[in-house]
């Protein structure tokens, strides 16, 4: 389902649409429709050759066009906002599953996108990695306005939710809104 929400994988019916981007339509520029649109993966997905710093920064190369000096300031300052500022020079084998994790946050919101989608995020991490990764995602939806997609199995991740909607085979079968207000 989120890797259709990103234009990974083709849709059989229905459309996704973002601010009048319909990603089902032929003509529409998927990097356009990406800049509005952060991924992050079950297992992580950094490119292991790259520093953590050149993790974060590709992107932003690539679908922001940011120059250098700018990039590295941003991808800095989102190192500084998981609590991993420190690690920039790390490679991707060199960290803890928490500091990935954390990293794969940092890049998905480096083109600084209206939507992340996040694949299991909490699912290869230990109880303390996972609740700071959600606090570190809450506070995100609260101070910058980003909105977290979220496929998961995860109770914690469901009882933080401001809306819950549980699919099987391919249907919705609940859609419950929750009192949650952070």
Do not use: W
Request: aromatic residues 4%; proline residues 3%; hydrophobic residues 40%.
């Amino acid at each position: 389902f989120l890797r259709c929400l990103n234009g990974l994988e083709q849709l059989d019916s229905g459309s996704v649409s973002i601010d009048g981007l319909d990603l089902a339509n032929p003509k529409t520029d998927v990097n356009a429709y990406r800049r509005e649109v952060g991924m992050v993966f079950q297992h992580f997905n950094l490119f292991p050759h790259m520093t953590v710093l050149e993790n974060l920064c590709l992107a932003q190369k690539v679908v922001r066009k940011r120059g250098k000096a700018e990039r590295e300031a941003k991808a800095l300052a989102l190192l500084e906002k998981v609590g991993i500022a420190q690690k920039a020079n790390e490679f991707p084998a060199r960290l803890s599953g928490g500091q990935q994790q954390r990293v794969a946050v940092a890049r998905a919101l480096a083109s600084r996108p209206k939507f992340v989608l996040a694949d299991e995020p909490t699912a290869n991490l230990d109880t303390k990695s996972a609740e700071t990764l959600l606090d570190i995602m809450e506070k995100l939806n609260r101070d910058e306005e980003m909105t977290f997609i979220f496929s998961t199995h995860d109770a914690r991740v469901m009882k933080r939710a401001r809306r819950v909607i549980t699919l099987e085979d391919g249907k919705v079968v609940s859609d419950i809104r929750t009192n949650h207000n952070s």
